[in-house]
């Protein structure tokens, strides 16, 4: 059985820096890209990073490279997404997905999300 867990979330000042982990298991993901997503409530689902999972390539969605940094272990199956100078608009719940034939493939497996709040 497949499973992403997300952890790292949490309550957050403004400015302040948090480090979001995803553990993989069940399969192996070899050539899978793992993305991170968030979704504020009553706005779209947004981009914001993706990794190859050999880690040799990443992607970033406009406005997010620089205080957002994406990188896997591949050893322990493991992505982690550095946010850095966060805003009260970073509130969201982030999620992280595998997914095989990227960008969203009804084949991605998806996390169950973490919160982040970031306070004024």
């Known amino acids: 059985q497949v499973q992403l867990v997300e952890s790292g979330g949490g309550l957050v000042q403004a400015g302040g820096s948090l480090r979001l982990s995803c553990q993989a298991s069940?399969?192996?993901?070899?050539?899978?890209?793992m993305g991170w997503f968030r979704q504020a409530p009553g706005k779209d689902r947004e981009f914001i990073a993706a990794?190859?999972?050999?880690?040799?390539?990443?992607y970033y969605g406009d406005s997010m490279k620089g205080r957002f940094n994406i990188s896997l272990d591949t050893a322990k199956n493991t992505g982690y997404l550095q946010m850095n100078s966060l805003k009260p608009e970073d509130t969201a719940v982030y999620y992280c997905?595998?997914?095989?034939?990227?960008?969203?493939?009804?084949?991605?497996?998806w996390g169950q999300g973490t919160q982040v709040t970031v306070s004024p």
């Open positions: 997905n595998a997914d095989p034939r990227p960008p969203l493939s009804p084949l991605a497996f």
């Open positions: 069940g399969r192996t993901f070899s050539g899978y890209v």
């Open positions: 990794i190859s999972w050999s880690g040799s390539t990443t």
